[in-house]
């Protein structure tokens, strides 16, 4: 992680504002005019070692795509939030439902180091181009099953995850249906581990 990439959002200030040059980009005058009474928190995406420490150094708390404990940890330990995001592709036909989970997320089969280094729409397709809808049901839950859904949920719980934002595809009605019938109560249960 780049250093000179970090803007200072918590100094900025009406009376003070920041700049920051970096080798592809130029801020002269970043300001914000209207600022709360309390400021919001900061979180920051984390991958890896690297953004970890940003985010340690940096942020109020982390936020990750991936349930890997190694990620939550050092927030843990430090009683900050972690913030996961998961998508769970819920139809009846469990095969329409990895071809709606392909579309918006086979961008992540590569990883983030392949995501963070695609200049443009066209380099997304291109590095995308050999993921199959299995490839994105591995880590996307497709179908209507209680459990697949349940278990791709406590996976993110396990890993030290105490806030979990759910990326509903597919048939909505259907979703909210199985929310409320059969994963609600089984979730009420789960409680992140403090220490992963």
Not at 124 to 140: G, L, Q
């Amino acid at each position: 992680m780049n250093p000179t990439r970090e803007v200072p959002l918590r100094h900025i200030t009406p009376e003070r504002p920041a700049g920051r040059q970096g080798k592809h980009y130029r801020v002269d005058d970043a300001r914000i005019f209207t600022l709360p009474d309390k400021p919001p928190p900061i979180y920051v995406a984390v991958s890896g070692a690297a953004s970890v420490a940003l985010a340690e150094r940096s942020g109020d708390g982390m936020v990750a795509i991936h349930p890997r404990a190694e990620l939550t940890l050092p927030f843990a330990n430090a009683g900050k939030p972690r913030y996961g995001q998961l998508a769970l592709s819920v139809d009846e036909d469990e095969a329409h439902a990895r071809r709606l989970a392909h579309e918006p997320f086979r961008f992540s089969a590569g990883g983030w180091k392949v995501q963070s280094e695609l200049p443009n729409p066209i380099n997304f397709e291109a590095a995308t181009a050999h993921v199959r809808e299995e490839d994105v049901a591995k880590d996307i839950p497709c179908g209507v099953d209680p459990d697949r859904h349940a278990e791709a949920i406590r996976r993110w719980v396990d890993a030290g995850f105490d806030r979990i934002a759910i990326v509903a595809l597919g048939n909505l009605d259907r979703f909210f249906e199985l929310w409320e019938q059969e994963l609600r109560e089984r979730l009420d249960s789960l409680a992140a581990s403090p220490t992963p």
